[in-house]
């Protein structure tokens, strides 16, 4: 069955990292491209970033450079997110998307995680 | 970077037709996708390509675009199409992926 399965919730303190992760099922990570999405409380989509499907490449949200990084880790077949130095608007549920080229060679997401809620609190 | 705008919300009785527009500097030079999030749940791919629909989305749903709004059409709505929708484009300057702010359409 063709599917991403995220990581459980996570309650993390302002100044601290957070590490999602994404495993996905039914293909490999070699050849579909990983984007994060994000959405806060009662918010609407907010793409984080992007890894290539064939050589590692990133490319991450201007306002977010600096403080994200995406990985992913070919023997299990799992895509990494971490975000570092929390603050309490990080709060939100993170997805990652698995990235398709449309006809014209832009970029939509066909399969998305079910989501993973990240709450920043002292 | 590119803007995409949606309205916040709209309503349509059941049995009837809704339409969400989503406005953008020439759009129709761009291909817009549709998600359709229910509460609660992951966003779906709704539509694709402009016009094209995934395998398992009902007839029901078309899209399609002119030179500065898109727009997505569900015909003969049901309370099950309850849900917020968004409309992305792929953008080749600033952050590529870009989504609209989501419409809420309510089944009266």
């Known amino acids: 069955q063709v599917q991403l399965v995220q990581s459980g919730a996570e309650v993390k303190k302002p100044g601290a990292s957070v590490k999602v992760s994404c495993k996905a099922s039914g293909y490999t990570l070699t050849n579909y491209g990983t984007s994060w999405v994000r959405q806060a409380p009662g918010q609407g989509l907010e793409w984080m970033g992007w890894?290539?499907?064939?050589?590692?490449?990133?490319n991450y949200a201007r306002k977010l450079q600096g403080r994200v990084s995406m990985t992913k880790d070919t023997s299990t077949n799992i895509a990494h997110m971490e975000l570092r130095s929390l603050r309490s608007d990080d709060t939100a549920i993170y997805y990652c998307?698995?990235?398709?080229?449309?006809?014209?060679?832009?970029?939509?997401?066909?399969?998305w995680g079910r989501g993973t809620l990240v709450t920043v609190s002292s | 970077s590119y803007v995409l705008t949606q309205p916040p919300s709209v309503s349509v009785a059941p049995g009837q037709t809704a339409r969400i527009t989503c406005g953008g500097h020439?759009?129709?030079?761009?291909?817009v996708h549709w998600y359709q999030q229910k509460p609660g749940q992951a966003p779906v791919l709704v539509v694709y390509?402009?016009?094209d629909r995934p395998s398992g989305i009902p007839e029901r749903f078309s899209a399609s675009t002119s030179a500065n709004t898109a727009t997505l059409t569900i015909n003969r709505v049901e309370a099950g199409d309850e849900a917020d929708y968004y409309c992305?484009?792929?953008?080749?300057?600033?952050?590529?992926?870009?989504f609209g702010g989501g419409t809420n359409l309510t089944v009266l």
């Open positions: 992305q484009v792929w953008d080749s300057d600033g952050d590529p992926w870009v």
């Open positions: 998307a698995r990235g398709r080229r449309g006809s014209s060679g832009d970029w939509y997401f066909d399969l």
């Open positions: 890894i290539s499907a064939f050589n590692d490449n990133t």
């Open positions: 020439n759009i129709g030079s761009k291909r």
């Open positions: 390509d402009d016009s």
